[in-house]
Every structure is written in C-alpha cells, then in structure tokens.
C-alpha cells in the first residue's frame, strides 16, 4: 500500500475515495477508527492509501484533480 496523502476532511476524503473509485482504483482509508476515538476533533489525520501498482495512476488523477 502506498499513501497518497493525510487529511482531517471526511468530505475531501469521500470525495477523492470516489474519484478514484471512477477510474477503476481501490482506495483504503487508514486511521479512521483512531480519529474517532480521539473525539472527532480533528487532530489525527486519516490517511488515503492505494495498492502500490496503482500509486501512479492514482497520483496522477488527484494531480489532474487540483488534489495532490
């Protein structure tokens, strides 16, 4: 697995989850069962992983996104 990027914004994760969703490439969100437990505040980001043949690819479209 490879880390695209961290961030503490659900809705800018659900978003690029399903970006990337629409070009064939699972993604994997680390860390949310941590942020919960936190509180929800906000402090730990979650991270937004993909399968390391993927990564390319996946940089490229959150790049052509304006997200990377």
């Known amino acids: 697995m490879t880390e695209l990027l961290r961030t503490t914004d659900p809705v800018r994760l659900s978003w690029l989850v399903a970006l990337l969703a629409d070009a064939g490439i699972e993604a994997v969100i680390l860390d949310t069962h941590t942020s919960i437990l936190e509180g929800s505040i906000g402090a730990i980001p979650r ?12 940089m490229r479209i959150l790049r052509e996104a304006g997200e990377a």
């Open 47 to 58: 991270r937004l992983m993909v399968d390391a043949d993927d990564a390319n690819r996946a």
